[in-house]
C-alpha cells in the first residue's frame, strides 16, 4: 500500500468494540491505538494520524459478534507532489 501510495494526507484508525465488552469505549480506543503504533513502529505512516472508538450497540448484529472486535486503518492517499487542488 506504501508503495502505491507514498504521499499519505492522513490516516484514521479507527477500533471497534461491542457495547457488552467492559469498558467499550476505552477497549476501542486502546485497539486503535495498538494498531497505529505498530504502523508507526514499522515505518508505514508518516502522515497526520486520527485515532477514533466505534462503540456497536447490544441490538446491533454487528456489534453481537467478532466483527464488532476489530480495527479499521482509513488512509487517505495525496497526490504526488501534492499537485490536486481542493475547491
Known amino acids: 500500500m506504501k508503495a502505491k501510495y507514498a504521499i499519505h494526507e492522513f490516516v484514521t484508525f479507527v477500533g471497534g468494540?461491542?457495547?457488552t465488552e467492559k469498558t467499550?469505549?476505552?477497549l476501542?480506543?486502546?485497539r486503535a491505538v495498538t494498531v497505529a503504533k505498530n504502523a508507526l513502529d514499522d515505518g508505514l505512516i508518516d502522515a497526520p494520524?486520527?485515532?477514533k472508538a466505534q462503540v456497536?450497540?447490544?441490538d446491533d448484529t454487528i456489534g453481537n459478534s467478532n466483527d464488532a472486535r476489530e480495527v479499521t486503518v482509513?488512509?487517505?492517499p495525496?497526490?504526488?507532489n501534492h499537485c490536486c487542488t481542493v475547491d
Open 17 to 19: 468494540a461491542s457495547a
Open 24 to 26: 467499550p469505549k476505552a
Open 28 to 30: 476501542a480506543t486502546a
Open 49 to 51: 494520524m486520527q485515532i
Open 56 to 58: 456497536y450497540p447490544t
Open 74 to 76: 482509513q488512509l487517505n
Open 78 to 80: 495525496g497526490c504526488p
